[in-house]
């Protein structure tokens, strides 16, 4: 079983920079993507931003020169590092995870338990 483990957030005041850090063990054959998404209370999932084993990235527009997504695919972790962070930012952030867990190829999405990250004003 792949397991994702999440760290890094916590309460920070508007306009501060945090790290979220994000790592994955289990049984893992090959990396595909990671990325974070997150849920403000009322909202839905929604994708902050992903990388791909090759570096290739996308960011929601919102997070857009904020955010900056990083990963080690020997490591199979990704972090994000948030700057200029807004009260809107708030919200339970969530890694991501495909990897290919056979041999053969087949992929399986993982989600990491989530980590709280408040903007206060």
């Known amino acids: 079983q792949v397991q994702l483990v999440e760290s890094g957030g916590g309460l920070v005041q508007a306009g501060g920079s945090l790290r979220l850090s994000c790592a994955a063990s289990?049984?893992?054959?090959?990396?595909?993507?990671m990325g974070w998404y997150r849920q403000a209370p009322g909202k839905q999932r929604d994708l902050v931003a992903s990388?791909?084993?090759?570096?290739?990235?996308n960011y929601a527009d919102s997070v857009k020169g904020r955010f900056t997504i990083s990963r080690d695919n020997a490591k199979n972790t990704v972090d994000l590092e948030m700057s200029s962070l807004e009260p809107e930012d708030t919200a339970v952030y969530f890694c991501?995870?495909?990897?290919?867990?056979?041999?053969?190829?087949?992929?399986?999405?993982?989600w990491g338990q989530g980590t709280q990250v408040t903007v206060a004003s």
């Open positions: 289990g049984n893992i054959f090959n990396y595909n993507s």
């Open positions: 990388i791909t084993s090759d570096g290739r990235t």
């Open positions: 991501k995870a495909v990897f290919q867990v056979t041999v053969e190829g087949a992929r399986v999405d993982y």
